[in-house]
């Protein structure tokens, strides 16, 4: 064995339980749960092909990233000694050119949610793990990330930490510019967090109405905002004439937390949308009610209402 090849063998065992700065990058198939066995193969191609390619086009060795099949997704680290801003920004607009490439021949658009985040890494046998980790895939699966592609019709969104944004993103540079990020708060198992979202190629997203809300969910569709209690933070809802809460929602009074209301008609469409910004949320106006009838929470031993 060479001299440098038994250095680099000696110091891979040297620092394999040390935690190592890195860039976590994570990467997820939208919808993947809605392709069939024949189809996840070639689904599978297009990804470490979009990725892959990217990678030499930005200049960065294919055996200087550490990569992970996530079946339906790539978790990839990449090491310091490669400047972050060459993956934030060269990197990614060649993963969005190549993955429009990709989309121009097929019915169904490959989408992809790229999440990216520095931090403390650990190597082992089996791959990478920590902090840094599970908070690289809890951005790329956040609802925000997975509505924005959506919403948008887009073929990428980026998401990053709120301290990525802040170490690489605001300073700007080839191929970033931070008036194109968009900050939304999300509600994550360890407790809630800021991320910036990116569209390649587009300004900044209107994240207004989007966070926060739970990361993670099904891959099927409207399954994205099903966060439990996280979830409960923000309470959006459209009616045209539905019922909320037991009564008819024609615009009217409205129980529970500090509420934005937007009348009838405001959108020309006679649609109405309250947003609960905390607290439970019910609308009655015009009701008749046959008998005696309780509205709001029953809290301790006062009956009366919340």
């Known amino acids: 064995m060479e001299h440098g090849a038994q250095h680099r063998a000696a110091h891979e065992a040297f620092d394999a339980d040390e935690a190592r700065y890195e860039l976590v990058i994570s990467v997820d198939a939208r919808r993947s749960g809605q392709y069939n066995d024949a189809e996840k193969p070639r689904m599978r191609q297009r990804i470490y092909r979009v990725l892959e390619s990217a990678l030499a086009q930005s200049g960065v060795a294919r055996d200087a990233v550490h990569r992970e099949d996530r079946g339906d997704g790539v978790l990839m680290s990449v090491p310091g000694r490669i400047p972050v801003s060459r993956l934030l920004g060269l990197w990614t607009v060649e993963v969005h050119e190549n993955l429009r490439e990709e989309n121009g021949s097929l019915l169904v658009p490959l989408g992809l949610r790229v999440a990216m985040h520095v931090g403390p890494v650990r190597h082992d046998s089996r791959g990478i793990s ?16 997975r509505e924005l592609l959506d919403r948008e019709r887009a073929d990428l969104v980026l998401a990053v930490s709120d301290s990525l944004y802040a170490d690489v993103v605001q300073a700007g540079g080839k191929f970033i510019d931070p008036a194109r990020f968009a900050p939304a708060r999300l509600a994550l198992k360890e407790g809630a967090v800021t991320a910036w979202f ?36 923000v309470a959006s809802a459209e009616h045209p004439r539905g019922d909320v809460d037991g009564g008819d929602v024609d615009g009217g009074d409205v129980d529970g937390g500090d509420v934005e209301d937007r009348e009838d008609g405001e959108d020309g469409d006679g649609s109405v949308r309250y947003t609960a910004l905390e607290g439970d949320l019910s609308v009655h106006r015009h009701n008749v009610y046959q008998q005696p009838v309780h509205i709001g929470r029953v809290t301790g031993t006062d009956k009366g209402k919340d």
Do not use: F, I, Q, W
Not at 135 to 141: I, M, P, S
Not at 209 to 222: C, E, H, I
């Open 130 to 145: 920590g902090r840094a980790v599970d908070l690289t895939c809890r951005l790329a699966d956040s609802s925000v990330a």
């Open 198 to 233: 990116h569209l390649p190629g587009r300004p900044a997203p209107d994240t207004g109405a989007l966070g926060p809300r739970a990361a993670g969910g099904d891959d099927a569709p409207g399954a994205a905002g099903a966060g439990g209690a996280a979830e409960a933070a």
